[in-house]
């Protein structure tokens, strides 16, 4: 007999032995989920209070895993195709994001998203990835900032992955639009 904790509950079950094969289609999936959460778990700690996502049971890192389960299942990560908040709210428009002179931080500019379902609480998230340098950083502004820049010293080579969504409130829950991508 064995312990286990499973969706928060303690729980005993048998013991057994698990196979372990290895067939080329386990090895994808292997790949790809190993590619894709070392990717996610360097964010996604930071954007806890900052998602929208159900986590009913799981962490944000899980919850971004499973929106992405068809990325998994083909064996690799596309950054560019990666989804990290999925939601009913209009898209954020008109973003631009730029590095600082020296690197010395990124600035993102957007045009200000207004209507009935946008209310003045709404936040614009951005999340800035470089996983060669294993940098990760992830901030808000209002949505009627229009902009939100981060003064950190950011990696000189490789790509940086940028994802932003509008993130609102509806009493005590959260709702935001489906993330968007940028590479510098």
């Not at 808000?140 to 003064?151: A, K, Q, R, V």
Request: proline residues 3%.
């Amino acid at each position: 007999m064995v312990g286990a904790k499973w969706k928060n509950k303690a729980t005993i079950r048998s013991y057994s032995k698990p196979a372990y094969t290895s067939t080329p289609a386990q090895q994808v999936i292997r790949a790809g989920f190993g590619e894709m959460t070392s990717f996610v778990a360097l964010f996604a700690d930071q954007i806890k209070s900052l998602s929208a996502l159900n986590t009913k049971g799981m962490s944000v890192r899980n919850a971004i895993i499973r929106l992405n389960k068809d990325m998994i299942s083909q064996g690799e990560l596309t950054e560019s195709d990666l989804l990290v908040s999925r939601g009913g709210l209009p898209n954020v428009e008109g973003m631009a994001i730029t590095k600082l002179p020296s690197n010395a931080g990124i600035t993102a500019a957007w045009t200000k998203k207004e209507g009935v379902t946008i209310s003045d609480k709404a936040r614009v998230v951005v999340i800035a990835v470089n996983q060669d340098a294993n940098f990760a950083i992830a901030g808000f502004s209002l949505n009627e900032d229009e902009e939100c820049t981060f003064n950190v010293q950011i990696p000189t080579t490789g790509t940086i992955h940028c994802y932003y969504y509008l993130l609102d409130y509806r009493g005590s829950s959260r709702v935001s639009s489906p993330s968007a991508y940028v590479a510098l």
